[in-house]
């Protein structure tokens, strides 16, 4: 069986203890993976220490170059490292394709936005004062398992791009993919120790790398609960930390919306990845009198998917993550139908030998839905869509806002005015106005409230690599 090493120092380091990674689609195992403890995260923080002013002192043209030979050596590699991202964490081989092109469009943008750390120049009455952006230092990567190629891209590359030199902890039940994408970075022609990799508990090599004196920058993605613990944790030394944590999104649908283009808009981003997205669509709210016509039209979409081991052409949906995700999605959805919700599409595992040895769920529409209901104020993370009717916008926008999230939000109109008022009231970091994305590479994306702190991609990203340093210089006599 293929075991996957971590990368530490610029070599490949194995460990006594290899735990196994499962398919979701069938529980057959895929791979071995070494690994690491709080030893082996000390070891990778100082070869990334030992790193830094080797990288930092580079020219940024240097490091572009480095960048862009990073994206093609992951675009050279994308079939191998696609391959076992279906295979750890279930999503179609087409998705984990797209997500791995991706990552390497991400080095690219980085590969210019690093070339723009540009600083400001200030005159005084008898003084000159320069303000420079430099490096922070190491960086820990923390990352989940939902998209753990394309998130672990968007710190590595504004990292690496900025100066920083960095140690990534990859998922512990889906590492493999996200350790090959590692491994082409650092083949690009990083210095050894500019980018390591271990393996391990989240509760052991996470919190090192967190506590550790050596690691200035913190950039994690993941739940809200262990967010607010490695916020805690950071706060010992005051680091600088980027938060990316869950999120419960609301989409509104007016009633003068697009009816068709706003059901195939909310099935996909209510669905796909099995609902397992920060930004998935949590919560719909219909305005009364179109809230049938949507309703129709949405469980059609939900029961037209096709459904399906995720290496098989033309499946649609994989399997759930893990079978714990799986019982919280059937939690959820059995608490809504005791508080009154009805059950439109989906409820269940779907029924075939194909099915039985997998994390499988149909797509799920739930009728009546209530802000009493866990799946309306809870992260199902799931393929849940429960959709409640409303009578006024401003009662949409009430109702979007009713929760201690705000990661993403959408709305369908078909009016400006309309668009811009719920989107100026929306308490959300990224709004998307007749679009179910709220990720531009070139944008900001992060989230208000307890969906998290700071932003990536775009020059915002970048800036969360870089300190900002004042010198004053006096010219003429004071
Ligand atoms: P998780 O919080 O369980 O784990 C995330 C990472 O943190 C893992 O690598 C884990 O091993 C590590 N970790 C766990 N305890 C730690 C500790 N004490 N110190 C340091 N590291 C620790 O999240 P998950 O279940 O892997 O991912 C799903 C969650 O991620 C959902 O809540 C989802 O909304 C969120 N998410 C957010 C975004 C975003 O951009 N806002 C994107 C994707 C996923």
Redesign the pocket.
């Known amino acids: 069986m293929h075991i996957s090493h971590m990368l530490i120092d610029g070599t490949s380091v194995s460990s006594r203890k290899v735990d196994t990674i499962f398919n979701p689609a069938s529980g057959e195992p895929v791979a071995g993976v070494a690994v690491g403890g709080r030893e082996e995260a000390r070891l990778a923080l100082e070869a990334a220490k030992r790193a830094f002013p080797v990288w930092s002192s580079m020219p940024a043209e240097e490091r572009s170059e480095v960048l862009r030979e990073a994206a093609r050596l992951v675009r050279q590699r994308r079939d191998e490292i696609a391959r076992l991202l279906t295979l750890e964490q279930g999503k179609p081989l087409k998705s984990s394709r797209s997500e791995v092109l991706s990552a390497a469009d991400v080095l690219d943008y980085y590969a210019e936005e690093g070339k723009r750390n540009t600083g400001q120049w200030l005159a005084g009455p008898h003084s000159r004062s320069i303000v420079l952006r430099q490096p922070i230092g190491v960086a820990a990567l ?6 753990p190629v394309d ?1 672990l891209s968007w710190k590595v590359a504004p990292c690496l791009a900025a100066g920083c030199t960095f140690v990534s ?4 039940l889906a590492p493999l993919a996200a350790t090959e994408f590692v491994r082409a970075v650092s083949d690009a022609g990083l210095p050894a120790g500019a980018a390591n990799v271990v393996h391990g ?3 052991t090599v ?2 090192e ?2 506590e550790s004196p050596i690691s200035r920058k913190i950039a ?8 607010r ?2 916020m805690a ?1 950071a706060a010992a030394r005051i680091k600088r930390i980027s938060l ?4 419960q999104s609301p989409f509104i649908v007016c009633a003068d919306a697009d009816l068709p283009a706003a059901a195939a808009s909310a099935a996909h981003r209510a669905f796909s990845n099995m609902g ?4 998935s669509v949590n919560r719909i709210y219909v305005a009364d009198e179109v809230a049938e016509a949507f309703t129709d039209q949405l469980v059609s979409l939900a029961e037209s998917l096709k459904i399906g081991d995720g290496m098989q052409p033309g499946v649609e949906l994989g399997p759930m993550f893990s079978s714990q995700q799986r019982e919280k999605t059937k939690e959820h959805v059995a608490d809504a139908l005791e508080r009154g919700a009805e059950l439109l599409a989906g409820g269940s595992e779907p029924e075939g030998e194909e099915f039985s040895r997998g994390f499988f769920f149909r797509p799920t529409v739930l009728g009546r839905a209530d802000h009493s209901m866990r799946v309306m104020m809870e ?1 199902t ?1 799931g393929p849940v869509a429960p959709i409640m009717k409303f009578r006024s916008v401003q009662e949409a926008v009430a109702l979007a806002n009713d929760t201690e999230y705000g ?1 993403a939000a959408y709305v369908y109109t078909g009016s400006l005015k309309t668009a811009m008022q719920v989107a100026e009231g929306l308490e959300s970091g990224g709004i998307g106005v007749n679009v179910n994305s709220v990720i531009d590479r070139q944008a900001p ?3 208000w409230k307890q ?2 702190l700071g932003r ?1 991609l775009g020059r915002w990203g970048l800036e969360a690599y870089l300190e900002t340093k004042h010198i004053r210089v006096g010219v003429w006599k004071e």
Do not use: D, M
């Open positions: 923390i990352t989940p398992w939902n998209y998130l902890k990859p998922p512990s508990p989240g509760g996470g919190a790398l967190v994690f993605t993941g739940e809200t609960a262990t967010g613990a490695v944790a990316e944590l869950g999120g397992q997205i920060c930004v992260e993370f990661l994306f992060g989230g969906s998290g990536e």
